[in-house]
Structure formats: C-alpha cells, structure tokens
T-cell receptor
Framework: NAGVTQTPKFRILKIGQSMTLQCAQD?????MYWYRQDPGMGLKLIYY???????DKGEVPNGYNVSRSTTEDFPLRLELAAPSQTSVYFC??????????????FGQGTRLTVV | KQEVTQIPAALSVPEGENLVLNCSFT??????LQWFRQDPGKGLTSLLL?????REQTSGRLNASLDKSSGRSTLYIAASQPGDSATYLC???????????FGKGTMLLVSP
C-alpha cells in the first residue's frame, strides 16, 4: 500500500519557469491538500479538494493552481516561479466523513528551490 | 477561521524527564486531532490520532488527550530519550470547512 506519493523529491527552478508537482494517493480518500512549509514556520494550506472536480483556495494560493480530475491525483502547478516559492511542499489526503480511521496521510515532500 | 497554537515553541530537557506539550484550537467543530513528529529536513510522521468523540490515545511512551469543549490537547511523553528530539506538530481536521489546520510546532531537544 503506497499511501501518498509525491514527485519529484527535489527540484531547482529558474525564475519564471513553470512546473507541476505531482501527488497521488491509493487509499480512495476524498479529501486532498497541498501545504508549503517554510523554515521555522508551520504548514500553510495552499489549496484543497473535497472530491474529484472540486477545489478551493487555502491560506496562501497566489502563484499556484490545482486540478482534481480523479480521486487519486491532485497536481499542483506553479506557472511563473518566483524566489518566494522556495519551500518544501507537502501533499496529504484523508477521508474524514467515513466514520473510522480519519487519519491524514502525508507524502514525503518536494523540496523546491527557485533561483 | 481555525487557529491552532502550540506552547511552548521550544523545549530543552535532560534525558529521563516526563514532559507535556500543549496544543489549543479556537473552533471546536473538528473531526479529529492528530499529533505528528518531524525530524529536520524530513517529512511528517503521524504519532497519535484522537477522534472528536475520544478523550485520549496512547502509544508506548506517548499519551495524547483531547478536551474538545475547551479546545485543548496535550501530548505527554514519558521518560524522554535523546531520540525523541524533533519538532512536534498538532493538527485539527475541521468539520466545518474541510481543512486540516496546523500549529507551528514545538521544537524538543532531549540531552543525554
């Protein structure tokens, strides 16, 4: 059981470049999340989704886009990379209204540097 | 908007001490509260999950309690060890608006 898989693990981007961070889960979870974590700070929510075709902004959505065409996948798109987007990105999933085992599972993170 | 606060921000103790980490949240409409551990440069490791209907959970030397009505949770670590050194994060899964909100964490250092 793979859980939540993020790719890539590391990436260096130049200012203005674009990229997509991939996230996939195999637990049939309906809720999925993208967070960023900056040094010394907690995790800040970028975007989240409560099911296929439904996404919503979190606390820090500017500069990012998401889509949720399937239950399994929740990619995060950076269109014009900026140094302020240098961070560690975590994807997570959960199934809170299933009634049992509502634990949130996290991927291993993507460390992104924009130069 | 849910806000999660963790106190203290940092804690340094000698090996063997029992210690308590605190987490408070402003909105009691939650599905659950989860405690995580994060080692430097690493991902999040789930330690304990407390459902909103539960009062506490235990795993080995760890015990977490939840008082939903007062918006508080504590993580108790018994007989601390140097290997417990890490940042501990608490997060609540909000039932009102479907998001998972984190505190900023408590950085724990256990010295031999």
């Amino acid at each position: 059981n793979a859980g939540v898989t993020q790719t890539p693990k590391f990436r260096i981007l130049k200012i203005g470049q674009s990229m997509t961070l991939q996230c996939a889960q195999d637990m049939n979870h309906n809720y999925m999340y993208w967070y960023r974590q900056d040094p010394g700070m907690g995790l800040k929510l970028i975007y989240y989704s409560v099911g296929a075709g439904i996404t919503d902004k979190g606390e820090v959505p500017n500069g990012y886009n998401v889509s949720r065409s399937t239950t399994e996948d929740f990619p995060l798109r950076l269109e014009l990379a900026a140094p302020s987007q240098t961070s560690v990105y975590f994807c997570a999933s959960s199934y809170p209204n299933r009634g049992v085992n509502t634990e949130a599972f996290f991927g291993q993170g993507t460390r992104l540097t924009v130069v | 908007k849910q806000e999660v606060t963790q106190i203290p921000a940092a804690l340094s103790v000698p090996e063997g001490e029992n210690l308590v980490l605190n987490c408070s949240f402003t909105d009691s409409a939650i599905y659950n509260l989860q405690w995580f551990r994060q080692d430097p440069g690493k991902g999040l490791t789930s330690l304990l999950l407390i459902q909103s209907s539960q009062r506490e959970q235990t795993s080995g030397r760890l015990n977490a309690s939840l008082d939903k009505s007062s918006g508080r949770s504590t993580l108790y670590i018994a007989a601390s060890q140097p290997g417990d050194s890490a940042t501990y994060l608490c997060a609540v899964l909000n039932s009102g608006y479907s998001t998972l909100t984190f505190g900023k964490g408590t950085m724990l250092l256990v010295s031999p």
